[in-house]
């Protein structure tokens, strides 16, 4: 125990591992300012835009509580709910974020949404040509399914977007973190 000014102050246990770490670092969040900042950055616009001109503001999609908005130091992951159970996760970060730090930040918050909600299934969009939305599905362990031909619009164009998934019961069988 360190003391400070007489009295003990009780030392911070070492996290678990590194995904308890990142867990301590993420937070839900019930509005939609930091989000905003991060969809209206030039590095991520052009690909969450669909077919809007001008500023985005995500404060009606963070305003409805079925969904969920985890944010963390360079970025978060909106899970979009489909329908109970099912949600639909849209991951933005800056350029500062962009590896590494976004794998285990979604790891995280994977972690996050299959131990604090009732969701049994998370899918997500890779739209055609987004190669690191592509490469964080599957470094998160997103399964292919299939290609939707118009599943996703990019600078007022239809183009295809492939669809990845994980189920609970998918991601207990390696989830990093859920022993400890």
């Known amino acids: 125990m360190a003391h400070v000014m007489g009295s003990a102050v009780p030392k911070l246990p070492e996290p678990l ?3 308890h770490a990142m867990l301590a670092k993420i937070g839900r969040e019930h509005h939609a300012k930091r989000i905003n900042r991060i969809v209206n950055d030039p590095s991520v616009y ?3 835009k669909g077919r809007h001109e001008g500023e985005l503001d995500l404060t009606p999609v963070i305003a409805d509580p079925n969904n969920v ?3 963390g130091q360079h970025g978060g992951v909106l899970f979009i709910q489909l329908q109970p159970g099912l949600f639909e996760a849209h ?3 800056v350029e500062d974020g962009r590896g590494s730090w976004m794998v285990s930040f979604t790891t995280a918050a994977i972690f996050w949404m299959f131990t604090r909600t009732e969701c049994f299934e998370l899918m997500t969009r890779c ?7 592509r490469a964080l599905a599957r470094a998160v362990g997103g399964k292919f399914e299939f290609t939707n031909p118009r599943g996703w619009t ?3 164009k ?3 977007a492939d669809i990845f998934s994980i189920t609970i019961q998918d991601w207990m ?3 990093p973190g859920l022993v400890e």
């Open 17 to 19: 591992s590194d995904l």
């Open 46 to 48: 052009p690909w969450v």
């Open 69 to 71: 908005l985890l944010m």
């Open 91 to 93: 991951s933005q970060c």
């Open 127 to 133: 739209p055609r040509g987004n190669l690191g939305a």
């Open 154 to 156: 990019k600078d007022g």
């Open 158 to 160: 239809t183009i295809p």
């Open 173 to 175: 069988r390696t989830a």
